[in-house]
């Protein structure tokens, strides 16, 4: 089954959809993306798109931040995003890429005097981080991007701050980098918000730690208050804090929520997925199926269509 995407104001398979050599935002990273996911629940053979207006809402912040107009609201772009889905058929989970970008074919830095176009593409994803075994990550020797970055929304450009630590984490024998921010505080990582335990309490780094506001890090601090009862504090992190944590996770759309069992060669605790960690990983799952009735707007469900032959 071929990627699907909705580019130039209509459907077609993604090896159709093709930007030119000169697009601005391809030289100077002027684009803002998101990463949905859309979850199969085979019993009720249904997709449920998770958080979708969301993940939208904050698109369409980023594309503010890069002076960008889009001719399309949130529900039109959830609309679409339906659409596009039942079109592709998946039966089985979907990752969707929306992008606004530059168009212009332009040389020159700037935001200014440019045509903006919109994207999105439907396609599969595999697993991103090792769920159930844990992750072994390490500290990075590069530092997460500031405000002059604009940490808040998804820029592209800025994501080579995290393909950098991400890159030497792998090469290096980790899974993830942990990036600090200029102060030396946890950020987060490549693509994921972080939480640990600590003494019993729920801690992860706070909006002025640099991080991106992860759609998964407010479902993981709603959860926890409302089903564990358990406050999350956000406030800054020190590093020696997470090697002596009880517990340690990461949350993101791509790797939902992947227990940290090891940092900088030393294992989290017993090095095994602690307690607080999976009951939120045995809450998360039917949320995302959109199967708990307490969360109704977060879920969007879709029926696909069946695949013509
Ligand atoms: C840098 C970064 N931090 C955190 C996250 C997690 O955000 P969310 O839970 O909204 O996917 C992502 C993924 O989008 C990310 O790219």
């Not at 930007?19 to 993306?33: K, M, N």
């Not at 997709?47 to 369409?60: A, E, G, P, S």
């Amino acid at each position: 089954m071929p990627p699907y995407a909705f580019f130039h104001k209509q459907f077609m398979p993604l090896s159709e959809a093709k930007i030119g050599v000169l697009t601005h935002a391809l030289h100077y990273g002027t684009a803002c993306f998101e990463g949905i996911r859309g979850n199969w629940d085979s019993e009720r053979k249904r997709l449920c798109l998770f958080r979708v207006q969301d993940h939208y809402k904050r698109m369409l912040d980023g594309a503010r931040l890069l002076r960008m107009n889009l001719p399309y609201s949130v529900d039109e772009l959830c609309q679409l995003t339906v659409e596009l889905v039942e079109r592709s058929g998946y039966q089985e989970n979907v990752y969707i890429r929306p992008l606004v970008y530059k168009s212009s074919e332009s040389i020159g830095v700037r935001l200014h005097d440019l045509e903006d176009d919109f994207v999105v593409i439907v396609t599969t994803l595999p697993p991103y981080l090792a769920a159930e075994e844990g992750v072994r990550c390490c500290t990075s020797s590069w530092r997460r991007i500031n405000d002059t970055m604009v940490p808040r929304g998804k820029i592209c450009g800025a994501y080579v701050n995290g393909a950098l630590a991400k890159s030497d984490a792998c090469e290096g024998g980790f899974d993830e980098a942990i990036l600090l921010t200029h102060d030396g505080h946890v950020a987060e990582g490549s693509g994921e918000n972080i939480f640990l335990v600590s003494n019993g309490n729920l801690i992860t780094p706070s909006s002025l730690s640099d991080i991106l506001i992860g759609i998964t890090r407010d479902t993981v601090i709603k959860l926890a208050k409302n089903e564990l009862g358990l406050e999350t504090i956000e406030r800054q992190v020190y590093r020696s804090e997470l090697y002596l944590a009880e517990e340690c996770f990461f949350t993101g759309t791509a790797t939902n929520i992947a227990p940290v069992v090891e940092i900088d060669h030393r294992p989290v605790n017993t090095g095994e997925v602690g307690k607080i960690t999976s009951e939120l990983q045995k809450l998360f799952a039917p949320v995302i199926l959109g199967r708990n009735p307490k969360y109704p707007d977060w879920c969007t469900l879709v029926s696909p269509e069946p695949v013509k032959a």
